[in-house]
T-cell receptor, first 114, second 113 residues
Framework: AQSVAQPEDQVNVAEGNPLTVKCTYS??????LFWYVQYPNRGLQFLLK??????LVKGSYGFEAEFNKSQTSFHLKKPSALVSDSALYFC????????????FGKGTMLLVSP | DVKVTQSSRYLVKRTGEKVFLECVQD?????MFWYRQDPGLGLRLIYF???????EKGDIPEGYSVSREKKERFSLILESASTNQTSMYLC????????????FGEGSWLTVV
């Protein structure tokens, strides 16, 4: 079975500072990894994904994530946070085989203060 | 752009009513999913479908059923709504292939009273 852990329910950061939202995963085979963002009363928006290749993945709105196979992690990062980045962030994993589904973490609320 | 449309954004239903949540995607995707989102629990998979008339149970199928008569449409059915089914329901779709991005609708807020 595959699983995702987001160890922080909430992350607080000041505008202009770097931010990190943590994610670790467990999957039997090779993982496909995703980050999504959710604004209040909205669906999930895709930010970025790791499929293969370079461990540093760049995505929408200046976000990036680093795949670390030995630590089974896929942390989301941004060099300089904006107040408008405040939202709920979900990490998700999908096994590379068959009709596997996407398994989500419980989400991390990011609050960026002015 | 991929568009996943959930026809009802906000619904209020009575206990015991039959509830239909409709989802349509316009990108000819093979796979479609229904998730339920609750605070502190994240997203949990209810049912998914990888082809017309095909369905597979997810992690929490009890109390739900689904229908996929056409490729673009995936319906979630609550045969007899209960208050513990009050939640946000999210539909999603993706082409075949595990590396493809899954696209979500805007969500349907269901309140059962």
């Amino acid at each position: 079975a595959q699983s995702v852990a987001q160890p922080e329910d909430q992350v607080n950061v000041a505008e202009g500072n770097p931010l990190t939202v943590k994610c670790t995963y467990s999957v039997s085979g090779n993982p496909y990894l995703f980050w999504y963002v959710q604004y209040p009363n909205r669906g999930l928006q895709f930010l970025l994904k790791y499929i293969t290749g370079d461990n540093l993945v760049k995505g929408s709105y200046g976000f990036e994530a680093e795949f670390n196979k030995s630590q089974t992690s896929f942390h989301l990062k941004k060099p300089s946070a904006l107040v408008s980045d405040s939202a709920l962030y979900f990490c998700a994993v999908r096994d590379t085989g068959g009709y596997s589904t996407l398994t989500f973490g419980k989400g991390t609320m990011l609050l960026v203060s002015p | 752009d991929v568009k996943v449309t959930q026809s009802s954004r906000y619904l209020v239903k009575r206990t015991g009513e039959k509830v239909f949540l409709e989802c349509v995607q316009d990108m000819d995707h093979e796979n479609m999913f229904w998730y339920r989102q609750d605070p502190g629990l994240g997203l949990r998979l209810i049912y998914f479908s990888y082809d017309v008339k095909m369905k597979e149970k997810g992690d929490i199928p009890e109390g739900y059923s689904v229908s996929r008569e056409k490729k673009e449409r995936f319906s979630l059915i609550l045969e007899s709504a209960s208050t513990n089914q009050t939640s946000m329901y999210l539909c999603a779709s993706t082409p075949l292939g595990s590396g493809n991005t899954i696209y979500f609708g805007e969500g349907s807020w269901l309140t059962v009273v």
